[in-house]
């Protein structure tokens, strides 16, 4: 039982490339979530899918777009990154309230 | 929707004393109150939940409380260890979508404890 598992854990992009984060969950949870996290700003919602099928905008949401593959898997795709979008990104999952995050990616935008 | 403020930003103890990170809330409606616990490099992991039908909730040397009318909620850590040394997140939840729960974080304490 592995939790949440995320991929990469490190990456250095050039402003303008593209990039997917991915992430997989296998305990059965419904609902899944991205955050970043940058210093002295906690974490943050980017997006959120309550259930297969379906995906929500969070508080930031701009500059990115997610995919709900499965029951398993929700990714984060950055079409166009931008120095601004450097930050460490986590993943979760819940079955209700309680959430649980993955080990998150490192991401440079340079 | 939901504003959560956590103070201290930082908190520096002797090992052995208590430590105590405050947080409020906004929104009357919020009914869950999780503390996460992060340590260098590491995801954050949960400590402690309380619900809003509850006021206080122990589990070993952490405890958390919760005043619903005056809208703050406390996280208490008693006998510090050196290895309680990490970055302690408070959040509230902004509402349930369907099983979805949508969490609003404050902004972290940064917990040092010296020996």
């Known amino acids: 039982n592995a939790g949440v598992t995320q991929t990469p854990k490190f990456q250095v992009l050039k402003t303008g490339q593209s990039m997917t984060l991915q992430c997989a969950q296998d305990?059965?949870?419904?609902?899944m979530y991205w955050y970043r996290q940058d210093p002295g700003m906690g974490l943050r919602l980017i997006y959120y899918?309550?259930?297969?099928?379906?995906?929500d905008k969070g508080e930031v949401p701009n500059g990115y777009n997610v995919s709900r593959l499965n029951k398993r898997e929700f990714s984060l795709r950055l079409e166009s990154a931008a120095p601004s979008q450097t930050s460490v990104y986590f993943c979760?999952?819940?079955?209700?309230?309680?959430?649980?995050f993955g080990p998150g990616t490192r991401l440079l935008v340079l | 929707g939901e504003n959560v403020e956590q103070h201290p930003s930082t908190l520096s103890v002797q090992e052995g004393d208590s430590a105590v990170i405050k947080c409020t809330y906004s929104d009357s409606a919020s009914n869950y109150f999780p503390w996460y616990k992060q340590e260098l490099g590491k995801r954050p992991q949960l400590i402690i939940d309380i619900r809003s039908n509850v006021g206080e909730k122990k589990d070993q040397r952490i405890a958390v409380t919760l005043n619903k009318t005056a809208k703050h909620f406390s996280l208490h850590i008693t006998e510090t260890q050196p290895e309680d040394s990490a970055v302690y997140f408070c959040a509230a939840i902004e509402g349930l979508t369907g099983t979805a729960s949508k969490l609003t974080f404050g902004t972290g304490t940064r917990l040092q404890v010296t020996l």
């Open positions: 305990m059965n949870h419904n609902s």
């Open positions: 979760a999952s819940s079955g209700r309230e309680t959430q649980y």
């Open positions: 899918s309550a259930s297969e099928g379906t995906t």
